[in-house]
């Protein structure tokens, strides 16, 4: 039952990440809209879901995780970006160079502090958010978690009180998007004790079509919200979320050459996250020299082109192949050159 739960917490990963590449991808509007509705709220949803409450009396623990898993990246990979920040600069990947050793400076003490963000991982965001919402929520579970109705009610507030900061523009550490964040990883803790059990699939496909029609009159998404549709988002994310988990687990149960695919991307979302966007920017040059396209078509995420609607899929299908692929030539020579050693080192 374990291993169940686990898969489908995997699969839904793989197919949140597919999404988030796809709706980054030019993709048709309503898509888009679709995708934006739910895709990142699954994120926190999920993490929130795997939250161990072993770690009431070891958050020393539980915070040394969250730092190497989500803090060390995001510092890592935003200085690897910031210091070749130039030379993508140089290859019309982004459109405004470093001037200075103070603007350096100061991007790198951004970056420590969680607040920078280089533009070619601007998918990093979710980083951020997800370290505050951890942290946030392990506190607020070691003061109510004898108070369930209290916790309950804290965090059901939470869509009207990210109205309100929302309504008021507050920018600040606890924004609207923290909140938010806090929210649906709240949501994801709370539904640890919901069956992953076959769903019915009328449910799953009833779901999806209230999301597809709420995306046409919402303009909203997590990282820009909007107070008038911040509650009816909220409600739709969840509807949106518990239809990836319905789907996830149909896949679990009834295909097992998706369920490989999807539990292999879920299992390597870090890297697509991190590549997708740099490779977008090489297909961009790839369609503006085949086409001839203007030249400040470099700087867009994913080129769009009237006589060839499909475009889209292409970068899709590219950010999350080739990362996988080359993460695993990467691990494969990894092993190879260790094998190697130890076989030196036994002659």
């Not at 809209?33 to 994120?43: A, E, G, R, T």
């Not at 149909?250 to 879920?266: C, F, M, P, T």
Request: hydrophobic content about 50%; glycine content about 4%.
């Amino acid at each position: 039952m374990e291993q169940r739960r686990s898969n489908i917490i995997d699969i839904a990963k793989g197919l949140g990440i597919i999404l988030m590449v796809i709706g980054h991808s030019s993709c048709p509007q309503w898509l888009h809209d679709f995708i934006y509705v739910f895709h990142m709220p699954l994120f926190f949803f999920l993490s929130g879901y795997c939250f161990n409450e072993k770690y009431v009396n070891d958050r020393f623990t539980f915070i040394r995780h969250r730092i190497k898993g989500l803090y060390v990246p995001f510092v890592k990979y935003n200085l690897l970006f910031l210091c070749l920040h130039n030379l993508f600069y140089r290859l019309h990947f982004i459109d405004a160079p470093i001037s200075s050793i103070s603007e350096f400076s100061y991007k790198v003490g951004g970056t420590l502090l969680m607040g920078k963000l280089e533009e070619l991982v601007g998918p990093y965001w979710f980083l951020r958010y997800l370290f505050i919402a951890a942290i946030v929520f392990l506190f607020m579970f070691i003061l109510l978690r004898r108070h369930q109705k209290i916790l309950m009610s804290v965090v059901f507030s939470m869509p009207f009180i990210a109205t309100v900061l929302s309504y008021y523009h507050v920018r600040h550490f606890l924004t609207d998007v923290a909140t938010l964040s806090i929210f649906f990883f709240a949501c994801g803790y709370m539904a640890q004790r919901i069956s992953l059990n076959r769903q019915p699939v009328f449910l799953a496909v009833l779901s999806i079509a209230i999301v597809a029609i709420a995306s046409r009159f919402l303009h909203s998404e997590i990282v820009l919200m909007h107070y008038q549709d911040c509650i009816a988002y909220c409600v739709c994310a969840l509807i949106g979320i518990y239809a990836v988990m319905a789907v996830s687990s149909y896949i679990n149960d009834h295909s097992s050459r998706l369920q490989s695919i999807a539990l292999y991307v879920g299992k390597h979302t870090m890297v697509i996250l991190t590549w997708h966007v740099l490779l977008f920017k090489f297909i961009n040059h790839f369609y503006i020299t085949l086409w001839d396209l203007p030249s400040d078509q470099y700087y867009e995420t994913a080129i769009q082109h009237a006589d060839h609607a499909w475009l889209w899929a292409t970068y899709a299908i590219v950010g999350v192949v080739v990362p996988l692929l080359i993460s695993h030539l990467f691990l494969q020579l990894k092993n190879n050159i260790k094998q190697r050693y130890h076989e030196h080192q036994q002659d």
